[in-house]
């Protein structure tokens, strides 16, 4: 049977064809489909996990347990599970066990271009990289099976074309994978200095025997054509290459690490030109520049961004590429903007208005830098908002600490901000944490978190009381608010930057994309009470347009949240089909 899947869909297929028993994730783009679509196999046990260090941890209990595990992360994820990385490299497994990491060349969701195949280099750990959704489902199979041959993890990375194209993919069966059994063995666990020396030992045993493997594996195939021209590469880039180049001679690189080094050399041998073709940063290139061979690579191509068959033609075939149906009208830009009825617009309005320092964090959120809310100072990774407030008033005393917020959602809170506001309270700071709490984990497309109470299968489970949580570490003022109450959330910021101790702030109203949220309907403005004070404006809500002459609502976008009526100091605003009946 062949089906048409995203790449993060054939990997969950993969998965479930290789036997796997346990799937743990955060959701992160452009990875997150990987485990939605595992979940839909009830055979597998699937969760969303706290953070992605936990989601590596449990997976790799359950490899040690005898079971095929899989967890999955986007790249800025992989550094938060670096730590459990390095020292699985030198337990190795016991069932196998694959680590998905999909990379953003373009930052299309991220706030870095991380290249994730120095983290492979750097822990030891073999890296396969697939090309389309066919390979997407066949290698996470092979890694598996490479994993327990070679007793070590392995990592499959994607990059976001692939997680996100889609390509028809041959369906196998599942294998009926039996769990292996589990022996106690501390000198291979347990890993103690003594221990953690002779494990050493076996992982440069086994990155010998990878290497030669990796010369002879199906995973890298030459393909000849011309041989006035020879192209290494790998992943989408070999898509990219094949479309630029046509007939010419490609290494086709399935495994990135460790690299082919004689296969790489044989083909050098027979080509007259060797180019590196590759994303982001010139790793397969400087490999194989220490191996004594010339190939032109970053000296054309970039290092920052995306590539491209138009770009790659561009830079090293020295052909313009025609455009055949130009756009004559400059495209207006389109940022991304926080959704109508957003429960973190009213926040923002308040923030802005007490022209507070803002210590923002990872989420929908983060928009709240932009105009014309721009009530947001810094964003730098998961969590970071807590304990940046924090340095900040160590930085410049508690006066500062006075007009500083920090701020992050429920699920980014659980994930790496409670560690955070027990520094503050341990350290005797005067931070206020903001927590917005729209009861579920709204940037990469809703999913539960533990604040939820539902898992990743829609299960109820047991709901983190945040409240009750705050208040365990020692935050002895906690206050939850409805951020489109706007007075109160205003008097209670207030209170809560003056105090001389830490606080909580819960700000508490559900995403408005939810399904059981629910409005009254589109508002409109009418026009002979209007006067035009734009302060409708100052929310930044999509659906109310400057239209010059008058302010107007846009009924297709407005959900009717009513907090712009909250502005509105002659109450202009009304719901839509009032003006007229």
């Known amino acids: 049977m062949r089906k048409l899947m995203l790449g993060n869909e054939a990997v969950a297929r993969g998965a479930y064809e290789a036997g796997v028993t346990v799937a743990a994730a955060y959701p992160g783009t452009p990875s997150t489909e990987i485990t939605e679509n595992i979940a839909k196999y009830d055979e597998i046990y699937s969760e969303w996990s706290p953070n992605e260090k936990v989601s590596l941890e449990v997976a790799i209990g359950a490899s040690i347990a005898g079971a095929r595990a899989i967890c999955s992360m986007k790249h800025v994820g992989l550094n938060v599970a670096a730590d459990p990385l390095f020292t699985v490299s030198y337990t190795g497994v016991n069932g196998g066990l694959v680590i998905m990491v999909a990379d953003d060349p373009g930052m299309h969701s991220s706030q870095n271009e991380q290249d994730s195949r120095f983290y492979a280099r750097a822990s030891k750990v073999p890296m396969l990289e697939p090309a389309d959704s066919q390979e997407c489902k066949d290698y996470v199979k092979m890694a598996f099976e490479l994993s327990e041959k070679f007793d070590c993890p392995m990592f499959v990375r994607l990059s976001t074309r692939i997680a996100h194209s889609q390509s028809v993919v041959e369906l196998g069966d599942k294998v009926e994978y039996q769990l292996k059994e589990y022996k106690k063995n501390f000198d291979k666990y347990v890993m103690m200095p003594a221990m953690a020396r002779k494990r050493h030992v076996e992982v440069e045993k086994r990155m010998a025997a990878l290497r030669e493997f990796s010369n002879t594996t199906e995973l890298n195939r030459i393909e000849w054509g011309n041989k006035e021209i020879g192209i290494i590469t790998s992943g989408i880039a070999y898509q990219y290459?094949?479309?630029?180049?046509?007939?010419?001679?490609?290494?086709?690189?399935?495994?990135?690490?460790?690299?082919?080094?004689?296969?790489?050399?044989?083909?050098?041998?027979?080509?007259?030109?060797?180019?590196?073709?590759?994303?982001?940063?010139?790793?397969?290139?400087?490999?194989?520049?220490?191996?004594?061979?010339?190939?032109?690579?970053?000296?054309k191509l970039p290092v920052i961004g995306e590539l491209g068959a138009q770009l790659i033609s561009e830079k090293i075939l020295n052909k313009k590429i025609e455009v055949k149906s130009?756009?004559?009208?400059?495209?207006?830009?389109?940022?991304?903007?926080?959704?109508?009825?957003?429960?973190?617009?009213?926040?923002?309005?308040?923030?802005?208005?007490?022209?507070?320092?803002?210590?923002?964090?990872?989420g929908c959120y983060t928009l709240g830098a932009l105009p014309p809310t721009e009530a947001m100072d810094t964003c730098v990774c998961m969590g970071a908002s807590v304990s940046g407030a924090h340095g900040m008033e160590k930085a410049r005393g508690k006066d500062f600490a006075k007009k500083t917020v920090a701020i992050l959602g429920d699920s980014t809170f659980i994930h790496s901000g409670i560690t955070g506001l027990i520094d503050i309270v341990y350290n005797k700071g005067n931070s206020t944490v903001i927590i917005l709490d729209n009861s579920i984990t709204g940037m990469t497309g809703h999913q539960h978190n533990p604040t939820t109470g539902f898992t990743i299968k829609g299960e109820p489970?047991?709901?983190?009381?945040?409240?009750?949580?705050?208040?365990?570490?020692?935050?002895?003022?906690?206050?939850?608010?409805d951020p489109f109450d706007?007075?109160?959330?205003?008097?209670?910021?207030?209170?809560?930057?003056?105090?001389?101790?830490?606080?909580?702030?819960?700000?508490?109203?559900?995403?408005?994309?939810?399904k059981n949220v629910q409005f009254d309907g589109p508002l409109t403005i009418n026009n002979e009470k209007c006067k035009k004070c734009k302060l409708c404006l100052a929310i930044g809500c999509p659906a109310i347009v400057d239209k010059g002459d008058k302010i107007e609502i846009n009924e297709a976008l407005c959900v009717g949240c009513k907090l712009c009526t909250k502005l509105c100091n002659i109450n202009a605003i009304e719901k839509a089909g009032d003006l007229n009946g």
């Open 326 to 362: 130009p756009i004559n009208d400059v495209v207006p830009v389109r940022p991304p903007v926080m959704c109508p009825g957003c429960p973190h617009r009213g926040m923002f309005h308040v923030l802005k208005k007490l022209k507070l320092v803002v210590s923002g964090d990872i």
């Open 241 to 299: 290459a094949r479309e630029a180049f046509g007939d010419v001679s490609y290494l086709k690189l399935g495994m990135v690490h460790p690299l082919p080094e004689k296969l790489i050399a044989d083909f050098a041998k027979e080509v007259k030109a060797l180019y590196v073709v590759e994303e982001l940063e010139p790793f397969i290139e400087n490999q194989v520049k220490k191996l004594g061979i010339q190939v032109i690579g970053k000296d």
């Open 486 to 514: 706007i007075k109160e959330f205003e008097k209670v910021v207030k209170q809560e930057i003056a105090a001389e101790e830490p606080s909580v702030i819960i700000s508490q109203r559900p995403c408005a994309l939810l």
């Open 461 to 481: 489970a047991k709901q983190v009381d945040l409240v009750k949580l705050a208040q365990a570490v020692g935050v002895e003022r906690v206050a939850v608010v």
